[in-house]
């Protein structure tokens, strides 16, 4: 095999003499093949260089298994602090995170909503509203959606931050401690909780 075609099941299925759905099963992890048989084949897929088709995937199973988190400004502290804990978050339920930009307003436009549908995410999580025209689309109930840190006037699920009550604890720890100039950084341990 040359070094520009792609390492598929068939090859991983031929190199060690079993067929591809035993090949399949073991890259999948289901139970229906022994440990000591899935842990040969994935080493032997690591050792090929396989990498799964995610095209491939997507049609088998209906899902990308990503969710877009479209923000319009990852400068504001803010926003890349929950960025980072919001993708952690969903990789732990065994998710991709896809960033996307929207720079062209505050509002989510008809064209980037499409673009964002087109990559066939499973959800939008968005520190944006939606404009009129997505609003007003059949489209706008076609996955789940939910806006973050901002009030809807939609239907639209919305998570909102308590800013006060946030900015009222980050003072009083301040105060306690005697600190006269502040700056604001996000430590990498910090919790994430939502109720």
């Known amino acids: 095999m040359n070094n520009n075609q792609q390492v598929g099941q068939k090859d991983i299925a031929k190199a060690l003499g079993?067929?591809?759905n035993t090949v399949s099963h073991a890259l999948r992890d289901l139970n229906?093949?022994?440990i000591e048989l899935k842990e040969k084949i994935k080493q032997k897929a690591k050792e090929l260089g396989y990498v799964p088709n995610g095209t491939a995937i997507k049609l088998k199973t209906g899902s990308s298994k990503t969710i877009a988190l479209v923000y319009d400004s990852l400068i504001?502290?803010?926003f890349s602090f929950m960025a980072s804990k919001i993708s952690y978050l969903i990789k732990q339920q065994g998710?991709?995170?896809?960033?996307?930009?929207?720079?062209?307003?505050?509002?989510i436009t008809f064209n980037t909503f499409m673009d964002l549908l087109e990559l066939q995410v499973d959800g939008i999580l968005s520190f944006l509203d939606f404009d009129e025209s997505v609003i007003n689309s059949k489209l706008i109930n076609s996955l789940p959606i939910v806006i973050i840190g901002r009030h809807s006037?939609?239907?639209?699920?919305?998570?909102?931050?308590d800013d006060f009550m946030g900015g009222k604890l980050v003072g009083e720890y301040f105060k306690t401690k005697e600190y006269k100039k502040i700056l604001f950084t996000c430590p990498q341990d910090a919790e994430m909780t939502t109720k």
């Open 18 to 20: 079993v067929s591809v």
């Open 32 to 34: 229906d093949i022994s």
């Open 76 to 78: 504001n502290p803010f």
């Open 95 to 107: 998710y991709d995170t896809i960033i996307v930009p929207s720079n062209k307003s505050n509002l």
């Open 153 to 161: 006037s939609t239907n639209i699920p919305t998570i909102n931050i």
